[in-house]
């Protein structure tokens, strides 16, 4: 029988923890529990042991940043994804640092929030698109949570960064050229960049090609 994710969660909003309980079952993950502050968190991790914990960062008694870090030191291998209402680049910055894997946005939640749990079960991180941009420039010299390109994306994006023309690209991946633009702008808008030049800074970031 195949195991169904056992995910926490943790808001101190009745209404966002109803919504979520039917979202998660509606996708066939196992809902262990539900708390309402950082403290309680910590404690249904160790007598629950989740493979997932969905938070809030704003809680009572003790927040979501700080009950992370808590968990860590418990060597707790449960993946967390924050739920949020704050669009703070410094804060998901701080999140990720602390050992997070994930920061979604409730403004952006439901369909997204089941694309970053699927994510982060795989081993990879999330970060909500219309925050990348600008978490990605807190990483300046450290490697930044990567967002989810293709294979095919991630081939053009490491021959645009070692100076490739748009042909010369399409030539070397047998496409057609307006095929390699397509996957360009694709990558801006899924990153939220605007030029070449940040496209390539990123793939130095990430360790595609080097600085």
Do not use: C
Request: proline share 3%; no cysteine.
């Amino acid at each position: 029988m195949k195991h169904r994710t056992k995910v926490l969660l943790a808001d101190d909003h009745a209404m966002v923890v109803e919504g979520l309980v039917t979202l998660l079952k509606d996708h066939h993950f196992d809902v262990a529990g539900t708390v309402a502050d950082g403290s309680e968190l910590i404690d249904a991790v160790l007598k629950l042991k989740p493979d997932l914990i969905v938070a809030d960062i704003a809680m009572p008694v003790l927040g979501g940043l700080e009950a992370l870090r808590r968990l860590k030191a418990t060597r707790s291998e449960a993946k967390v994804v924050f739920l949020t209402m704050h669009a703070d680049a410094q804060l998901a910055t701080e999140a990720f640092r602390a050992g997070a894997s994930g920061y979604v946005l409730k403004q952006s939640a439901g369909e997204e929030l089941i694309a970053a749990i699927k994510e982060v079960l795989q081993g990879r991180t999330y970060l909500t698109p219309l925050m990348t941009k600008d978490v990605i420039a807190n990483f300046t010299g450290s490697t930044p949570p990567t967002v989810k390109l293709t294979p095919r994306q991630r081939e053009v994006l490491r021959l645009i960064a070692e100076g490739r023309r748009m042909k010369e690209i399409a030539a070397i991946l047998e496409l057609s050229t307006r095929t390699v633009e397509t996957h360009k702008y694709e990558m801006m808008r899924t990153l939220g960049m605007e030029s070449t030049a940040e496209l390539v800074r990123y793939a130095i970031q990430i360790g595609l090609v080097e600085r």
